[in-house]
């Protein structure tokens, strides 16, 4: 069986990518590298029984010319990082946001482009299971026309200073302690919207469209621990068919973290909140429910191992990502789709900045967007779960 080669940059998010990749019949792990001595110290426990090796820099770790390289460095290294690898002759399954800029977008398209390269946006929130459904009941007119959906990202992190050995601390904890060697890490004054794939990427496969305008709004800066961020925006996006979706993210809110997305229709609505783990819906054909039904559908599928990180949707990103390579088939979410996840983040933060101006977002493709193929990969369910009534105790 032909394995495809793997090196992983960046081993703190990337330990759980080295897992799965490792896990594959189809691949094999051999490196992974990370400046910090505690992060290449938990790979090597991981990688030296498989005969991978740990290296410190990102040079030698394409010097063991890897035929693909999973990218989960520093967010705003990742287009650099990715078109380095391209570049060395590796296919690049990047993490999100994937960009920093909307000129890293383009660079990143130019790159993919003259290298000929497979590239995939690592956005894991799309084979959430229920997103299946909700794919089918669209397909299926359950909804009607869908007029409006909207996504919330809620995810409180603190956290954002690093130590010279890797570890993160507080600001609150480094003035407790006396510390005077952290630096902000680079999601400490990242603009929140700009971490939107999580929550855009979804809806947009689910309604196979494409954004083209937003304005966005900031929250205050009060957060003690975050300063150098918003502490929460929101933008409204009008799609190319017509449809608004209004995507709110906040990571300085103390709260459990989670996603809740909505999806509403002439004729129907749908709610999922991870907390919940069930799918909320009153759609076509439940007119004579007195309130919702609940459907027990949630992150993860039946078969799917959710120790695998995020309800198992890493796994897959694994998986697919290597069979298509392996396929000689284009990624499931490939440069294209992930401009078109992340750029309209980039400007949701400029009309934000500018008090709301609403913003234009241009179309990257060379050729004009025909339809999402994603659904090609992932595939629809035949059967589902029958619906409950769904009591408010």
């Known amino acids: 069986m032909e394995k495809l080669r793997v090196g992983v940059l960046g081993l703190r998010r990337g330990m759980t ?8 019949e189809e691949a094999v792990v051999i490196g992974g590298a990370d400046r910090f001595p505690d992060c290449r110290e938990r790979a090597a426990e991981l990688l030296g029984p498989a005969g991978g090796k740990v290296v ?17 460095s520093n967010g705003k290294l990742q287009v650099e990082h990715s078109i380095r690898a391209m570049e060395a002759g590796c296919h690049v399954l990047s993490e999100v946001p994937g960009a920093d800029t909307a000129e890293e977008l383009v660079r990143l398209r130019d790159c993919v482009q003259r290298t000929g390269k497979t590239y995939m946006l690592g956005e894991n929130s799309c084979f959430l299971d229920f997103l299946r459904y909700w794919r089918k009941w669209l397909l299926e007119d359950r909804f009607g026309p869908v007029s409006i959906a909207e996504a919330e990202y809620l995810h409180y992190l603190p ?9 993160r601390v507080s600001p609150s904890e480094a003035k407790a302690q006396g510390r005077t060697d952290c630096k902000p890490i ?3 004054d990242q603009p929140p919207i700009q971490y939107l794939t999580h929550d855009l990427g979804p809806l947009l496969e689910v309604l196979d469209d494409r954004c083209v305008s937003v304005t966005c709004r900031s929250g205050p800066w009060r957060c003690e621990e975050a300063p150098l961020r918003s502490d929460g925006q929101i933008a409204l996006f009008q799609t190319a068919k017509g449809a608004l979706i209004k995507i709110m993210v906040t990571l300085n809110t103390p709260q459990p973290g989670g996603h809740r997305y909505r999806m509403l229709g002439t004729a129907g609505t749908a709610e999922w909140f991870s907390y919940e783990g069930f799918c909320r819906r009153f759609v076509r054909g439940a007119e004579e ?6 459907v027990n559908i949630g992150a993860a599928g039946r078969e799917d191992d959710t120790s695998t990180g995020h309800g198992g949707t890493d796994l ?12 000689g088939k284009p990624a499931p979410i490939d440069v294209y789709r992930c401009i078109e996840y992340a750029l309209p983040g980039i400007l949701a933060n400029k009309s934000a900045e ?4 609403p913003f234009s977002i241009p179309d990257l493709r060379t050729q004009p967007f025909g339809g999402t193929t994603f659904w090609e990969y992932v595939g629809l369910p035949e059967v589902e779960p029958a619906g409950e009534p769904y009591k408010v105790r």
């Open 17 to 24: 990518h080295l897992r799965n990749f490792l896990s594959l």
């Open 56 to 72: 410190a820099e990102f040079d030698d770790l394409l010097a063991m010319q890897p035929a693909a390289v999973v990218i989960a």
């Open 159 to 167: 956290t954002s200073l690093y130590a010279p050995d890797g570890t």
């Open 186 to 188: 680079w999601r400490a």
């Open 289 to 294: 429910r007195d309130g919702w039904e609940k």
């Open 316 to 327: 897959k990103l694994a998986r697919h990502f290597t069979r298509a390579i392996l396929d």
């Open 354 to 357: 500018l008090g709301g101006v």
